[in-house]
C-alpha cells in the first residue's frame, strides 16, 4: 500500500481506479522564421480561434455552473484581447524572427511570474488563467489535442492541477474524486470539487505517478491521504468510516423542510454562507432557509479589471432568481486587508487590516459603489434582497451610505428602471466601535450580522491570519462575548434583527449562548446547515438561559 498526503479540500470517503490525468508534453521547438508578418498572420489566426473555442465553452459552462461562474471563459477572451499580452507576443516574433509558439511560451512566462510576485493570493492563483490561455494557443498552433478522461466507469483523478477549460470539459458523472499534486483552496479544482460535493486533496506531492494509472485506490478527504493499492485493514477501516458518513449524512436528512425551532418554541432563521454562485447548489442541497452572506467581493478578485455592472448584474440576478424567495444577504465590496486585487492600486499600509478597506473604499471611490449598488438594486427585483454594508466604525459612515443609495434610486427611477421597494439594508458588526454604538446605528438599519472573526480580531488586538497568535485569539473571550450581548439587546430595541455569520455561527457548544442571547438569524457554511439545525432542534433556550448566561458572560 501506498499513502500519499495532501490538504483536505472537501471531505467524503470515495473507492475507485486511479485516472491519472496527463496532457501532451508542452515541449516548444525554437526555430528561425523568414517572414515575421506570415507568422504574425498565423499567430492572429490561433487568437481568433481560441476566443471561439472559449466562447463555446462558456455557453457550455452556463448550463452546467451559471453566467457568473462561466464568465471565467470571458475574462479569458479579455485576456486574448489584451493589448499588452498581444503585443509582447508580436514584439518577440518581430524582435527575434522566431515562431509564434516560442513567443507565447516567453510571454505567458513572463505574465505568470508578474502575477505569482503580486501580494494576494487570489491574484496569484489567476497565473493558472494565464497559463491555461496561453496553453490553448500554443496547442493549435502546434496542431496538439487537448487532454481528456476516457473511461467507462467513474474515476478518481489525479493531476499536477487543473484548469477552467478542462473541468468543464469532463463527464462529470465519471469523476469519484480529485486528488492534484499542486492547487489552492480557491482554484478551480477546489471549487468544482465543492460545487459536486465530492472529496477532493490538493498539494499531494508525489502523486502525479504514471504507474498508480489504473490502480484501486481510497481517497479520504477530510485526513487528505490517498490510499494506493489499500491493504484489507484500510479497505475495512475506510469502509466503516463511510458507511458512518452515509449514516451520519442519513440522519440529518429527515430534518429537511423543517424549520429551525427549539425545544420549547423559539425560532430563528438558519441560513448559508456562500463565496459564488457555485455554492447555490450545496445551500438547495442542504436544505438552508436563505443565504445571510454573499461575499461579492470574488466578482472583483477573479477578475482582471472591475467588474462592469452588467456583470455584477448577472451574478446577483442568478442568486436572488434561484433561491426563489428566500433572503439573500449581499456584502457590499470588501476588499483590502489580506485580500487585494491588483488594479485597485491600493497603496502599501504598514497595518492594512486597520487601513483602506470595504466600506471606505466605497466612500473614497463612489464611482465604483455606486456600480455595485445599480447592480444589486437593478436586481432585486428577482427575489427577496438584503444589501449588508462591511466595517463600519461610525455612524457618519452609515449616513453616507444611505446619500449614495438615494443617489443610485433617483438615478434609475430617472431611467426608467425597476426595482424594489422592499431591500432590507444592514451592516455588519466587526468592530468594537460598532457593537458599543449599536443601540445608534440600529435606529438607521434593518439588520446586524456580526462577523464573530474580525470582531474578536480588533476586540482583542489579535491577528486572525497570524498562526503563532495561538491562545491570544479567543473567540471565547468574555470582552467579545459581551459585545455580541450588547449588539442583540440594543439592535432588538428597535426592532433591528440580529445574525451571525462568522466562525462561531456553527460552534455547537456558542450556538446554545447565542440561542439564550436571542439571536435571530445563523448563518453557516452550507455543509453544517443540517448538523446546525440538529442542534437548535434539541436545545430548550428556557432550560439553559440562566446557566449558559452566567457561565460565559459572568453575569
Keep these: 500500500m501506498i499513502t500519499v498526503s495532501g490538504r483536505?479540500?472537501?471531505?467524503?470517503?470515495?473507492?475507485?481506479?486511479?485516472?491519472?490525468?496527463?496532457?501532451?508534453?508542452?515541449?516548444?521547438?525554437?526555430?528561425?522564421?523568414?517572414?515575421?508578418?506570415?507568422?504574425i498572420a498565423r499567430f492572429e489566426a490561433a487568437r481568433k480561434q481560441a476566443i471561439d473555442e472559449l466562447g463555446t465553452l462558456y455557453r457550455k459552462a452556463i448550463n452546467e455552473v451559471g453566467e457568473a461562474n462561466a464568465m471565467i471563459f470571458q475574462i479569458h477572451q479579455m485576456m486574448l484581447e489584451d493589448l499588452d499580452y498581444i503585443e509582447a507576443i508580436k514584439n518577440i516574433i518581430t524582435d527575434q524572427l522566431i515562431n509564434a509558439e516560442t513567443a507565447v511560451g516567453q510571454?505567458?512566462?513572463?505574465?505568470?511570474?508578474?502575477?505569482?510576485?503580486?501580494?494576494?493570493?487570489?491574484?496569484?492563483?489567476?497565473?493558472?488563467?494565464?497559463?491555461?490561455?496561453?496553453?490553448?494557443?500554443?496547442?493549435?498552433?502546434?496542431?496538439?489535442?487537448?487532454?481528456?478522461?476516457?473511461?467507462?466507469k467513474p474515476v478518481i483523478v489525479v493531476a499536477d492541477d487543473l484548469v477552467p477549460s478542462e473541468t468543464v470539459q469532463f463527464d462529470k458523472s465519471k469523476i469519484l474524486a480529485f486528488v492534484t499534486e499542486s492547487g489552492a483552496t480557491n482554484s478551480h479544482t477546489s471549487i468544482l470539487a465543492r460545487m459536486m460535493n465530492i472529496p477532493a486533496v490538493i498539494g499531494a506531492k508525489g502523486v502525479l505517478n504514471k504507474d498508480f494509472h489504473g490502480k484501486q485506490a481510497i481517497i479520504d478527504g477530510s485526513e487528505g491521504i490517498l490510499y494506493i493499492d489499500p491493504d484489507e485493514a484500510t479497505v475495512k477501516k475506510m469502509t466503516e468510516k463511510k458507511k458512518d458518513i452515509e449514516n451520519r449524512a442519513k440522519a440529518l436528512e429527515c430534518l429537511k423542510g423543517l424549520k429551525s425551532i427549539t425545544k420549547d418554541g423559539y425560532q430563528i432563521e438558519l441560513c448559508a454562507n456562500i463565496t459564488n454562485v457555485l455554492d447555490i447548489e450545496s445551500v438547495i442541497k442542504n436544505d438552508a432557509e436563505g443565504i445571510g452572506l454573499f461575499r461579492s467581493e470574488f466578482l472583483y478578485l477573479e477578475n482582471v479589471n472591475y467588474p462592469s455592472e452588467e456583470t455584477q448584474f448577472g451574478a446577483y440576478k442568478e442568486v436572488l432568481s434561484r433561491m426563489q424567495g428566500k433572503r439573500v444577504v449581499i456584502r457590499t465590496l470588501d476588499i483590502g486587508a489580506?485580500?487585494?486585487?491588483?488594479y485597485f492600486h491600493m497603496p502599501q499600509e504598514g497595518n492594512p487590516a486597520l487601513g483602506?478597506?470595504?466600506?471606505?473604499?466605497?466612500?473614497?471611490?463612489?464611482?465604483i459603489f455606486k456600480t455595485q449598488l445599480r447592480a444589486l438594486y437593478r436586481?432585486?427585483?428577482?427575489?427577496?434582497?438584503?444589501?449588508?454594508?462591511?466595517?463600519?466604525a461610525s455612524e457618519w459612515e452609515v449616513l453616507k451610505i444611505l446619500e449614495i443609495i438615494d443617489e443610485v434610486k433617483k438615478e434609475l427611477t430617472a431611467e426608467k428602471v425597476e426595482f424594489?421597494?422592499?431591500?432590507?439594508?444592514?451592516?455588519?458588526?466587526?468592530?468594537?466601535?460598532?457593537?458599543?454604538?449599536?443601540?445608534?446605528?440600529?435606529?438607521?438599519?434593518?439588520?446586524?450580522?456580526?462577523?464573530?472573526?474580525?470582531?474578536?480580531?480588533?476586540?482583542?488586538?489579535?491577528?486572525?491570519?497570524?498562526?503563532?497568535?495561538?491562545?491570544?485569539?479567543?473567540?471565547?473571550?468574555?470582552s467579545v462575548l459581551r459585545l455580541i450581548d450588547t449588539v442583540i439587546k440594543n439592535a432588538h430595541k428597535n426592532n433591528t434583527w440580529v445574525g451571525i455569520c462568522g466562525e462561531a455561527s456553527s460552534d455547537e457548544e456558542l450556538i446554545e449562548l447565542f440561542l439564550a442571547m436571542g439571536i435571530d438569524e445563523l448563518s453557516v457554511t452550507p455543509s453544517a446547515v443540517l448538523s446546525v439545525r440538529k442542534k437548535i432542534t434539541e436545545t430548550s433556550v428556557s432550560e439553559i438561559k440562566d446557566n449558559v448566561l452566567g457561565r460565559y458572560l459572568n453575569f
Excluded: W
Excluded at 132 to 145: A, F, H, N, Q, T
Excluded at 338 to 342: L, P, R, V, W, Y
Design 379 to 392: 436586481a432585486s427585483v428577482f427575489g427577496r434582497l438584503a444589501i449588508m454594508f462591511p466595517m463600519i
Design 8 to 39: 483536505s479540500v472537501c471531505s467524503g470517503v470515495s473507492f475507485g481506479p486511479v485516472f491519472v490525468f496527463s496532457r501532451e508534453e508542452s515541449t516548444i521547438k525554437r526555430h528561425h522564421i523568414e517572414s515575421s508578418d506570415d507568422e
Design 107 to 152: 510571454t505567458c512566462d513572463n505574465f505568470v511570474q508578474m502575477f505569482r510576485a503580486m501580494d494576494d493570493s487570489y491574484m496569484r492563483e489567476r497565473s493558472a488563467d494565464v497559463k491555461d490561455v496561453s496553453e490553448r494557443l500554443i496547442k493549435i498552433l502546434s496542431g496538439r489535442d487537448n487532454g481528456a478522461i476516457i473511461s467507462d
Design 356 to 367: 483602506i478597506r470595504a466600506v471606505r473604499i466605497c466612500i473614497r471611490q463612489k464611482d
Design 338 to 342: 489580506d485580500k487585494n486585487a491588483a
Design 420 to 478: 424594489s421597494d422592499n431591500i432590507e439594508l444592514g451592516c455588519m458588526i466587526e468592530t468594537p466601535s460598532a457593537a458599543v454604538i449599536s443601540d445608534i446605528l440600529s435606529k438607521h438599519l434593518d439588520f446586524f450580522s456580526i462577523g464573530t472573526n474580525d470582531l474578536t480580531q480588533y476586540t482583542l488586538a489579535a491577528d486572525r491570519q497570524n498562526p503563532d497568535i495561538g491562545e491570544f485569539y479567543d473567540i471565547r473571550h468574555i
